[in-house]
């Protein structure tokens, strides 16, 4: 029968017999596991003793962190304690002596029983250093010798092995002396005696032939499902291109002066080839795993309202405040954010409902906004309990909640991911009993999103750089409709001598993740031109080379809108004319 620690009793292996215990353990950090700590102050508090045996060459050891780490009280900091030194009490001319070990052992257990003490504990840790001192065969030995003693005594031995430190065939020799072993697990502990350990192998092994076929058959149906991902995600691929062309030519031409109702059969087509996009996408992301994120222009104020009409639902129907909370609202924003709204909707209402859970006896919770030059801010303020600087410093950590039990730990974690992934910022001012601030600033649009965001005052040239004039010919298109003209250039070293030569306000890489040689040749662009913004154009489908990150300012996909373009351009432009000679990488 296998026992898992839950049900084990110390007593109850003490009794059978089973008192010289073997741990094993992959670690070798000072914490017990959940069984030997929970047993020990068990026989603590029943009046027994722990002696404890360390290294000081290996363990930075104080009695502090000992009680810490074993989570005992200091009450039993007396007697019932007792710490023995290997290098200082048991080592003789820096080897371990086997006599010398076993007369502290004996004087150790006279010691305690003289004393008045029935149940002990010995407790020791052995790994490499052990064998370099006393020998494999000196090991064995010594360990023969505490197992009499154990016995002979009635006291418990438990030795933790560190199983990295150990070759598989002497491991086995040692703890094949043991009569208990416990083997530490990620989740859970479990003990099992000599037989115990022994059925439990035998079983294992008569089933293995069994595993084996099942896992057999899981392979071949997972190497067939892999097969149809790749024959869909193939399928999805192909089509996407063709519903990529027919979305850019039927946009293209609807922003051209045309009679209405050819204008409304070009409206047609070009919705129906959104929503096959839409379908094809929702195949790919299914295949890879992925949850495409469909971003659109969103009013601030309008996002920050839904967000609190949500939370005022929960004020409404929780009990969990003993007082009254009030609500402030200034929200002076008059920008526009391009955001996925379900995404940025979350970020707000997981803020709020921490701020409202952090005032238990009532408060206050205040929502700013407002426009920050070209930044859109929004200010969450409460006047709950606060936090202390550690916990600040860990707030944005995966599972660290201040909750218990009530919390995951994961939802402010996945907030930053999602406003990093909106180039957004994040900050935090709170001090203890003194509520808390969530700031949180957006990069800003000023135009109404319905329309297009034409570039008005002055006249902008941009480079496209594209082997395949008739892929590049829809980029042209969309271009002079953004009053911005274009030359397009194959990719070669000439390019380095127009820019020379000419002033461009912007560069337009169209990118191959095949093509080693147009990676190369970007990053030399860019670091031979790094005051003019560079914009990488994609397949939705293409993996971006990781350091084409770091050079490029911005990357967009083939199959984007015009507002999607013109808003990366808008924001590109803007710094350019407000940062002359600098770098503008927004990614």
């Not at 909707?345 to 009532?362: F, K, P, Y």
Request: glycine share 6%.
């Amino acid at each position: 029968m296998v026992k898992g620690w839950l049900w084990v009793d110390i007593y109850e292996l003490q009794n059978e017999g089973n008192l010289f215990w073997s741990i094993i353990s992959s670690s070798f950090g000072g914490e017990p596991n959940a069984f030997i700590k929970k047993e020990t102050i068990k026989v603590l508090k029943n009046g027994g003793a722990l002696v404890y045996i360390y290294s000081k060459n290996f363990n930075k050891f104080s009695k502090e962190n000992f009680m810490n780490q074993w989570g005992i009280d200091y009450q039993f900091m007396n007697e019932q304690i007792q710490f023995i030194c290997l290098e200082e009490e048991i080592m003789k001319d820096n080897t371990i002596d086997e006599k010398k070990t076993l007369e502290v052992y004996d004087n150790k257990i006279k010691e305690l029983k003289d004393n008045g003490f029935e149940d002990i504990i010995i407790y020791t840790t052995r790994y490499n250093y052990y064998k370099q001192k006393l020998g494999f065969e000196g090991l064995i030995d010594l360990h023969e010798e505490l197992r009499k003693r154990a016995q002979e005594g009635n006291v418990i031995i438990a030795i933790r092995y560190i199983i990295n430190d150990f070759y598989e065939k002497d491991l086995l020799k040692l703890i094949s002396l043991h009569h208990a072993f416990i083997l530490e697990g990620p989740e859970k502990v479990e003990v099992y005696t000599y037989m115990e350990l022994f059925s439990t192998g035998f079983i294992n092994i008569s089933r293995k032939g069994i595993i084996e076929d099942e896992h057999e058959r899981e392979l071949r149906k997972i190497e067939k499902l892999k097969t149809i991902g790749e024959f869909a995600e193939g399928l999805a691929h192909d089509f996407n291109n063709l519903l990529t062309t027919i979305v850019g030519y039927s946009q293209i031409a609807l922003l051209k002066d045309i009679e209405d109702e050819i204008k409304d059969y070009f409206n047609v087509i070009y919705k129906t080839a959104l929503d096959g996009k839409a379908i094809m996408n929702r195949i790919q992301d299914f295949v890879k795993g992925t949850d495409r994120s469909n971003r659109e222009f969103h009013k601030l104020n309008d996002l920050v309202l839904g967000s609190l009409d949500m939370a005022r639902h929960r004020i409404k129907m929780d009990n969990r405040t003993s007082g009254e909370i009030k609500i402030k609202e200034s929200l002076t924003s008059n920008s526009y954010i391009y955001c996925n709204e379900y995404e940025i909707r979350q970020v707000m209402l997981n803020i709020i409902l921490n701020a409202l859970d952090s005032m238990v006896e009532g408060g206050i919770l205040t929502i700013n906004t407002y426009d920050l030059e070209e930044e859109a801010v929004i200010e969450i303020v409460d006047t709950g309990m606060g936090m202390e600087e550690k916990v600040k410093e860990k707030l944005f950590e995966p599972y660290f909640t201040t909750k218990g039990s009530k919390g995951t730990g994961l939802g402010l974690n996945i907030a930053k991911k999602i406003l990093k992934d909106h180039f957004a910022n994040i900050e935090v001012d709170s001090k203890s009993g003194k509520g808390s601030k969530f700031t949180i600033y957006f990069p800003t649009i000023e135009e109404i999103p319905n329309e297009i965001i034409m570039v008005e005052d002055k006249k902008y040239n941009a480079l496209i750089i594209e082997n395949e004039y008739i892929k590049a010919y829809k980029l042209i298109e969309l271009f002079s409709l953004l009053n911005i003209g274009t030359d397009v250039e194959f990719l070669n070293d000439k390019i380095l001598d127009d820019l020379s030569h000419k002033h461009y306000d912007l560069i337009i890489g169209c990118y191959n993740h095949k093509d080693i040689e147009s990676i190369i040749f970007f990053i030399k662009l860019k670091n031979n031109f790094p005051e003019i913004p560079f914009i990488l154009v994609v397949d939705s489908e293409e993996k971006v080379e990781p350091n084409l990150y770091n050079v490029v300012d911005e990357v967009i996909q083939k199959e984007c809108t015009i507002e999607e373009l013109s808003y990366v351009i808008k924001k590109l432009l803007n710094s350019i004319d407000n940062k002359k000679g600098t770098s503008y990488n927004t990614n």
